[in-house]
């Protein structure tokens, strides 16, 4: 199994060791499995790569606010948008159509997360995971039509779901939620 320290010390993705022990926690008993993963936030793709090398069998897609010219098609498929836009993010999910992972590591504020979570979590299969982190960056801002900080919001979904301390020791740093 891939080290997950070293190819994102190696890839320089800005994953830290609490990234590399969660993921490994989390992914290493689907690493024979078909996976389809999406991530939000890939600056240059230094994460895809790092997932691709990791699964077995993946099928990646990304999405970043600006052009990713660092990725060619055969690692994944890149969506240029904003996640805070519904009809982008209703074309995301539509496009995609299922999920067994998503990594939100985008825009770290409430409107980026609240609606990517609304387009996207219904297209996480059962057994499917949905991870946001960096949540300490605005833990209590709430912008655009969000009504609630998003660790507020989070914890009003209705299903299991884990936190782990991440930079600065925030204590709800990253959300795991488990689709039943």
Known sequence: MLDLRKAFD????GKKDFHAELYEKLFAPRIHDHIRMLEIGVWHGESLRVWKKF????TLY????????DIDESIATIFIGDTAW???????AKAVKELDIVIDDGGHFSDDQQVAFEHLWPI?????????????VAPDRVVGDCNLDTITYLEKVDC???????FNDFEKDICVLYKE
């Open 10 to 13: 190696n890839e320089r993705c």
């Open 55 to 58: 699964f077995e069998s993946l």
């Open 62 to 69: 990304g999405i970043d606010m600006n052009s990713v010219t």
């Open 86 to 92: 519904p009809k982008f993010m209703h074309n995301v």
């Open 124 to 136: 996480v299969k059962s057994g499917g995971l949905y991870i946001v982190e960096d949540l300490w």
């Open 160 to 166: 299991k779901k884990e936190w782990y301390k991440g």
